[in-house]
């Protein structure tokens, strides 16, 4: 049974820092990309960071590019989001998606993310 089950989530103030973590089970983590996206009220998912099978190349959305930090651990089937500087506009449910094809792809429940002072 395939499972992402995001944690790290919470309530800072604007300027501090939190680590996202999504630990996967139930599938072959080291051969899928894994992502970052998130959703505000009334906004549409958006795309936050990205880090590449194999390569580990990371990419970034353009709103928490130099703020932000992916990273992966293939030993423990976890993939990171290294949070600095956060802003209000930061606040969202942060969602981890393993994909490897459109038709192969998975997503976890989320978890929440506050940024408020």
């Known amino acids: ?44 998912r958006e795309f936050v960071a990205s880090i590449a099978r194999y390569i580990f190349r990371p990419t970034y959305g353009e709103s928490v590019k130099g703020r932000f930090t992916i990273s992966r651990d293939n030993a423990k089937n976890t993939v990171y989001l290294q949070m600095n500087s956060l802003k209000p506009e930061d606040t969202a449910v942060y969602f981890c998606n393993a994909f490897r094809s459109v038709n192969d792809n998975y997503w976890g429940r989320g978890t929440q993310v506050t940024v408020s002072s």
Do not use: H, I, N
């Not at 989530?9 to 599938?27: D, H, K, Y």
């Open 1 to 44: 049974q395939v499972q992402l089950v995001e944690s790290g989530g919470g309530l800072v103030q604007p300027g501090e820092s939190l680590r996202l973590s999504c630990a996967a089970s139930g599938f072959t983590f080291s051969s899928y990309d894994m992502r970052w996206y998130r959703q505000a009220p009334g906004k549409e």
